[in-house]
């Protein structure tokens, strides 16, 4: 079995400040684990994936994510915001066997001026 | 390119009746996902296909969901006798080929089903 817990439901930082969202995982099987983004009445979109190549991922609008497996975390950062990365993120793993996603509950990101 | 589009985009109805809900697929994507995203929740997981075939159903919640893609192309998602327990967004998402689960998926804007 595959679950996905995202700590905060609401995270909320400043113009300018580091965004560090969290992403815990468990798997039975190696982890493929993905973090897409949604904006308001828009679809899903894919921020960035591990697929077990290098352990520190770069997706895209400088976001970037660190596998650790002995933390069993998938946590998603970016050095300083911007207005615009105001949506929901969530986190997702899939593994062998398995091709469904399993998704997190889910953060909403707000970015102050 | 076009990417996954979902038709309707909302759809009210009343408890009892029959919806469909359409979604078409990016062009050449051979596997195509249903999930259901309830208020405040992230997406689930219904049913996915491998071309014609439903490869997966085990998250139809039970069997007044139905889906199908009788081409490989266009899959209707089917839901008989709605209950207001069914309201959500349901989302549809493709993916090139079902190589493996690292496979990404890309998804469409959703129908937002709302039963009365």
């Known amino acids: 079995a595959q679950s996905v817990t995202q700590l905060g439901s609401h995270v909320s930082v400043s113009e300018g400040a580091l965004v560090l969202l969290r992403c815990n995982y468990s798997?039975?099987?190696?982890?493929?684990l993905f973090w897409y983004v949604q904006y308001p009445n828009q679809g899903l979109q894919l921020l960035l994936k591990?697929?077990?190549?290098?352990?520190l991922v770069k997706g895209i609008n400088g976001f970037e994510a660190e596998f650790k497996k002995s933390e069993t975390s998938f946590h998603l950062t970016k050095p300083s915001a911007h207005m615009s990365d105001a949506a929901e993120y969530f986190c997702?793993?899939?593994?062998?066997?398995?091709?469904?996603?399993?998704f997190g509950s889910g953060t909403r990101l707000q970015v102050q001026p | 390119g076009a990417g996954v589009s979902q038709t309707p985009s909302n759809k009210v109805t009343e408890k009892g009746k029959y919806v469909e809900l359409r979604c078409d697929p990016i062009?050449?994507?051979?596997?195509l996902y249903w999930y259901r995203q309830s208020l405040g929740q992230g997406p689930e997981f219904l049913i996915y296909f491998q071309g014609t075939g439903a490869a997966d159903d085990s998250g139809l919640p039970n069997d007044r969901f139905f889906a199908v893609r009788p081409e490989g192309s266009v899959s209707t998602l089917k839901i008989q006798r709605t209950e207001r327990g069914d309201s959500a967004v349901y989302l549809c998402?493709?993916?090139?080929?079902?190589?493996?689960?690292?496979?990404?998926?890309?998804f469409g804007p959703g129908t937002r089903l709302l039963v009365l």
């Open positions: 062009s050449g994507h051979t596997a």
């Open positions: 997702a793993v899939s593994g062998t066997g398995r091709r469904a996603l399993t």
């Open positions: 998402a493709s993916s090139y080929r079902a190589s493996g689960p690292q496979e990404t998926q890309y």
């Open positions: 798997s039975s099987v190696p982890p493929y």
């Open positions: 591990y697929t077990s190549a290098a352990t």
